[in-house]
T-cell receptor, first 113, second 112 residues
Framework: EPEVTQTPSHQVTQMGQEVILRCVPI?????FYWYRQILGQKVEFLVS????????KSEIFDDQFSVERPDGSNFTLKIRSTKLEDSAMYFC???????????FGSGTRLTVV | QQQVKQSPQSLIVQKGGISIINCAYE??????FPWYQQFPGKGPALLIA?????SEKKEGRFTISFNKSAKQFSLHIMDSQPGDSATYFC???????????FGTGTRLQVTL
């Protein structure tokens, strides 16, 4: 079964450093997303991406965040200057756009120290 | 108005019993209601989903009941098994590819 692949599975970074989280969505999907989940809490929407541009973003997705699809397969989330409160699981997801639902990756655990 | 309220926060059910998790929403523009299952260290996995034109959908041991007038929907897990022990999230969105709004999650434990 096709899956969404995320790397790395765990990243530790110092406060103020830049991090890039990487995702390979399912190949025939058109819509791409990033969500985050702070430990023990609900999954929160960050951003959606379609046709090479952001289609929607949440209040969490401020100027410190950016997304990019640098080639035909990768989808990245960059945090420019990490804060302690950015520590969370970050999930990439992709969708064909129908009512089949999203497919989520296994996540990247980001720890900011 | 974008919130999806989920209860209970945690649930302990004996093997073979029925697990019931409830969700309520306010936004009448929501038209897709999936349930996700999440195991520790993994991403949410789509379990079952419903659209508001039907009141019930069943897939194996999992059933969604949907009450459009009450703006509520629930997940029923029949014959619950220890392997069902996970966190369950309800969610909703307003279009085929729009953002999902998640409930707060229910940690289900199925005991022997």
């Amino acid at each position: 079964e096709p899956e969404v692949t995320q790397t790395p599975s765990h990243q530790v970074t110092q406060m103020g450093q830049e991090v890039i989280l990487r995702c390979v969505p399912i190949s025939n999907h058109l819509y791409f997303y990033w969500y985050r989940q702070i430990l023990g809490q609900k999954v929160e929407f960050l951003v959606s991406f379609y046709n090479n541009e952001i289609s929607e973003k949440s209040e969490i997705f401020d100027d410190q965040f950016s997304v990019e699809r640098p080639d035909g397969s990768n989808f990245t989330l960059k945090i420019r200057s990490t804060k302690l409160e950015d520590s969370a699981m970050y999930f990439c997801a992709s969708s064909q756009g129908g009512f089949d639902g999203y497919t989520f990756g296994s996540g990247t655990r980001l720890t900011v120290v | 108005q974008q919130q999806v309220k989920q209860s209970p926060q945690s649930l302990i059910v004996q093997k073979g019993g029925i697990s019931i998790i409830n969700c309520a929403y306010e936004n009448t523009a929501f038209d897709y209601f999936p349930w996700y299952q999440q195991f520790p260290g993994k991403g949410p996995a789509l379990l079952i989903a419903i659209r508001p034109d039907v009141s019930e959908k069943k897939e194996g041991r999992f059933t969604i009941s949907f009450n459009k007038s009450a703006k509520q929907f629930s997940l029923h897990i029949m014959d619950s098994q220890p392997g069902d022990s996970a966190t369950y999230f309800c969610a909703a969105n307003t279009g085929t590819a729009s953002k999902l709004t998640f409930g707060t999650g229910t940690r289900l434990q199925v005991t022997l």
